[in-house]
C-alpha cells in the first residue's frame, strides 16, 4: 500500500464554519490521514459553528472511516482582512460577534498558534475562504472599494497568511488555497472582481512558491476546483446552473464531490507530493480541458 500518511503533523485550515464546504471536507481528509486539525472561522460565523458542533449537528459527517470521530484541536477566531488587529476599524472591533473573540487578526492568530504549540508547530496549512461583497455585479459596474474587498478577502489574505504563519512552519510544510476557473476563462455572473482575485491567488501561487520555498522549503500549491454547492457558492446565485452545465460538459459526467477535493489536497500536503509546488491542480471532473460545449444532451 502506498499510505497518505500525516500522522504527527499540525494543520491550520483558515475558512471552516459548517460541514458543507471545502475547507470542512480538506479538515476531514487530512484527519482520516492522521492529522491533527485546527481551525480559522471568520467571527460572524462563529457562533453558529460552535452550536453545531456543540449540539452534534456536524457528528455524522465527522465519523472517521477508521471508526471514532474527528475533533478540531482548536476553532480559532479568524478575520483574514485584518492582518493585525490595529487594522480593524472601530465599528468591526465593537461588533458583538467580534468583541468577545479578542485578536481575530491573522497576527492574533500566528500568536495564538504560537501560544499554544510553540515556535515550530505546524505542518499544512490550508486556504480554504473567499468574499467579494459585488459577486453579483458585473466586473464592468464593480466599485474600486468592492473589488479591493473580493482582492484582500480572496487573495491578499492568503499571502498574509504565509507571510504571518510561514515562520511557524515545520520543514517540509504544505500550503493550499482553493482557486476557480474563472480567473482564466470568461464565466459569466462571477463578478464583484472575483475572477480577478482568482488570478491574482494563481499568480502569487507560482511566485510564492519560488520566495517561501527558498525561505522556509514551503510547498505552496493552488487546487482550482468545480462548481459546488457550498455555503459562499450559493451566494452567487446560480450554483445549480453551474452545477448543472459542468456534469453536462465534462469528460467525467458527474457532480463534484466535496471529498474529492478534500483528497486531493490531502495528496498535495502529503510527502507525496514533495516535488510539487506551485501548480494549480485543477479538480473539476476534467471540465477545464474542454474546447466546447457538449450539444444534444
Ligand atoms: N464552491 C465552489 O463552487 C468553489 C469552486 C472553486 C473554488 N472555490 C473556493 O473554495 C474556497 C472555499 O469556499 P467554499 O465554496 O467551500 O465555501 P464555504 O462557504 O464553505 O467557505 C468559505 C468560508 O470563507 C469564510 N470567510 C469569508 N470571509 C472571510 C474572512 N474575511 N475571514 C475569514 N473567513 C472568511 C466563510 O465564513 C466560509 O467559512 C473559496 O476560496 C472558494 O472561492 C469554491
Not at 446560480?238 to 459526467?253: G, H, R, V
Request: net charge neutral.
Amino acid at each position: 500500500m502506498l499510505p497518505i500518511d500525516l500522522k504527527g503533523k499540525r494543520a491550520l485550515v483558515a475558512g471552516v464554519a459548517d460541514d458543507g464546504g471545502f475547507g470542512f471536507a480538506i479538515s476531514k481528509a487530512l484527519a482520516e490521514a492522521g492529522a491533527s486539525v485546527c481551525v480559522g472561522t471568520w467571527p460572524p460565523a462563529m457562533n453558529i459553528f460552535e452550536n453545531l458542533l456543540e449540539r452534534g449537528k456536524m457528528d455524522q459527517s465527522m465519523m472517521l472511516a477508521r471508526g471514532g470521530k474527528m475533533s478540531f484541536e482548536k476553532v480559532y477566531p479568524l478575520d483574514a482582512t485584518f492582518d493585525a488587529l490595529e487594522d480593524a476599524p472601530t465599528e468591526i472591533r465593537e461588533n458583538k460577534r467580534y468583541r468577545e473573540r479578542g485578536d481575530f487578526s491573522i497576527s492574533g492568530l500566528a500568536d495564538r498558534l504560537k501560544a499554544d504549540f510553540g515556535e515550530s508547530s505546524l505542518d499544512i496549512l490550508v486556504h480554504s475562504l473567499a468574499n467579494g461583497p459585488e459577486v453579483r455585479k458585473p466586473l464592468l459596474e464593480t466599485s474600486r472599494k468592492g473589488y479591493l474587498e473580493a482582492m484582500s478577502a480572496s487573495s491578499y489574505s492568503a499571502l498574509s497568511l504565509i507571510q504571518r504563519l510561514g515562520p511557524l512552519m515545520r520543514p517540509h510544510g504544505s500550503f493550499v488555497s482553493l482557486t476557480y476557473m474563472a480567473s482564466e476563462r470568461v464565466i459569466p455572473g462571477y463578478g464583484g472582481g472575483m475572477s480577478s482575485a482568482k488570478a491574482a491567488l494563481e499568480s502569487d501561487t507560482r511566485t510564492i512558491a519560488f520566495e517561501a520555498g527558498r525561505k522556509w522549503g514551503l510547498r505552496v500549491n493552488t487546487i482550482s476546483a468545480g462548481p459546488y454547492a457550498s455555503r459562499a457558492a450559493s451566494a452567487i446565485g446560480f450554483i445549480d446552473t453551474m452545477i448543472k452545465y459542468s456534469k453536462a460538459n465534462s469528460p467525467l459526467a458527474r457532480e463534484l464531490e466535496a471529498h474529492d477535493v478534500g483528497n486531493a489536497a490531502a495528496f498535495l500536503c502529503s510527502p507525496l507530493a514533495q516535488a510539487i509546488t506551485g501548480t494549480t491542480l485543477y479538480v473539476d471532473n476534467g471540465y477545464h480541458s474542454m474546447g466546447m460545449s457538449v450539444l444534444d444532451q
